[in-house]
């Protein structure tokens, strides 16, 4: 531990970790998938804290958020594997004996999902599926969590979006990602394996790739206004988005495997209701730098644009007690204080 | 037409074809994929008949529907391809030109899907994702049918049950089936292919494999009683099915590609409110021999009951004035007929 804390980059926690978790999570065996990824390596930094027994698999593909700096810190106490979900034999090798698994590695640009739709399919369709093809072999008591989208909906209908609303996605993105959710409800129900999945909406915060826009906008326009660029806002920019502080899903992740994995679906999300506009002047405003700028949407953006969501999320309160923490703007000091200091580790492919 | 009229299998259309679908289809470029398969040789006969040029691709695997004798007597006149629809450029090349497409081919058996879930991944998701990417590319314009499975429901909630019941699959061959709806109604919202899913109960009918009892447990049960066996009832068998004779699902399939092609999802049935013992009763009424044996259900049978399943078929009706015609006894009469006379080319494997 001691050898963790001396180079730990620097890393205010605006949300603290339970007493609860802590006991909860030392001396377990927990493995992380995308472990070097936005969520995977924050998360990795939170279990680490607690006391378990971290094992961290990533795939490192080139495009995708994977990143060695992400986990520099922890490389020392956890294990680390550089591997693909894909591989049947190593994930019955890494699965045995975790008592939680992280499922998070993922295609996560719903653009490239669609100028790849084979390659979308495999990995976050196959690879997920042959996760738990091998877990129900190799370690059919764990506590398996699947970070799932809020892509899932598609168009919203009403507001807010429970996890009862319809599903029908706009893109491949979430098409894979809703039948990843279909595979770990049914291997909960089929087999007892202990799972759930959270749909996320807009994740921001440190860690988060910086090599190109493709996802996390939130984290693009930080880049572009750091670089004191244009911030391109479509339309009127009224749409609401549901932005979401990486520490918020942290703990999200931490307080349902804890409680919540029999099979279900859960939202995460602010309760904030943020407009695309909005957003841009909070990340002007903690940048001190960079300028936005309003252009026409293309012609056929309708089909693509889910309309406003805002997440609710009295299911995962009513059952871990979870609420979110971190509000837009204290989320953005964070984070661009965060890339402040180590921007070169994330700037550069 | 002649050399087609003189070797076509006794065949009494229980459903008639209509003057539209004759004026709508003649001339017209045909392909069906499954074209050996039970429905795809059905739907075959009919297009024929309707004066469509007629291309079936199959890929003849083993354990599956396709048969070469349920299209003997077409063969003259369609174009055959043995092949499969994960196979790219093939698709390219048989999908060039095509009016019509009807894309049934399938693993078909929701325990060999669970046996068996890469394979059943790889044909029911990644096989359809194949042809809508070939379709947008060389046939835009193309109508496409897929046929899709009472199965995306799961656990019934609602009766009788609409296209908007929650669909929660209880096996991985429903959740590979809601991926290719998924599919389909994407690439018609995304790139304006004409496509269409239909939602099929439980099919029987003639040219329907017999080779083994993994699905169509009418079929099954009808080779059970003709070989004077015996017809297994778990628990009371009083849970409602929707049992559909093949000239129905293949009006459904003719009158849906005519009119219903904007994305959408339709349910097929009959109405008629059948129990598992009354389904029994009619096989052993219509074959004359065999009896029926009641046990008890498996321990686990639960997770895999649906409860009864009876489909609301308001919505294909409104759109293309489809109705159920033939009613069970009827159905079963015509199938026992057609088995009794070419039982040779169905009972070997």
Redesign the interface.
């Known amino acids: 531990m001691k050898s963790f804390m001396k180079n730990t980059p620097a890393y205010k926690r605006l949300v603290p970790l339970s007493e609860e978790s802590r006991d909860f999570f030392v001396g377990k065996k927990v493995l992380i998938t995308g472990g070097s990824g936005f969520l995977g390596s924050s998360l990795a930094q939170s279990l680490v804290e607690l006391g378990a027994s971290v094992t961290l698999l990533d795939a490192q593909l080139p495009l995708y958020g994977g990143n060695r700096f992400n986990i520099e810190n922890v490389l020392e106490i956890v294990e680390f594997v550089e591997g693909d979900i894909r591989d049947y034999e190593l994930m019955r090798t890494v699965l045995s004996g975790q008592d939680v698994v992280f499922n998070l590695a993922a295609q996560v640009s719903y653009l490239d999902a669609?100028d790849q739709?084979?390659e979308d399919?495999d990995i976050n369709?196959?690879g997920h599926?042959?996760v738990l093809?091998a877990a129900k072999e190799v370690a059919p008591e764990a506590t398996i969590v699947f970070s799932s989208s809020r892509m899932v909906y598609g168009k919203v209908i009403e507001l807010p979006v429970r996890e009862?609303h319809?599903?029908?996605?706009?893109?491949?993105y979430g098409?894979h990602k809703?039948?990843g959710e279909?595979?770990y409800?049914?291997y909960a129900?089929?087999f007892g394996l202990k799972t759930v999945s959270i749909r996320i909406p807009n994740p921001y915060g440190p860690r988060q790739q910086m090599k190109h826009g493709k996802y996390s906008i939130v984290g693009w326009f930080v880049r572009q206004a750091m670089d004191d660029g244009a911030l391109t806002i479509y339309g009127d920019g009224k749409q609401a988005r549901d932005y979401l502080y990486v520490d918020d899903i942290v703990d999200a992740f931490l307080q349902v495997s804890q409680k919540g994995a029999g099979g279900q679906v859960y939202n995460v999300g602010t309760h904030e209701r943020v407009t695309f506009t909005e957003m841009v002047d909070a990340v002007l405003a903690a940048t001190g730098s960079g300028h936005k700028e309003f252009v026409p949407w293309p012609e056929d953006y309708e089909?693509n644009e889910t309309g406003d969501y805002i997440a609710d999320t009295t299911k995962l309160e009513q059952v871990t007690g979870w609420k979110p923490q971190v509000m837009l703007r204290e989320g953005l000091e964070e984070t661009v204080a965060y890339y402040k200091k180590y921007k070169d580790h994330y700037w550069s492919t």
Chains 1, 2 share one sequence.
């Not at 319809?166 to 491949?172: A, F, G, I, K």
């Open positions: 669609s739709p084979f399919l369709g196959r599926l042959t093809e009862d319809p599903t029908e996605p706009l893109s491949l098409i809703l039948l279909k595979y409800a049914y129900r089929a089909r």
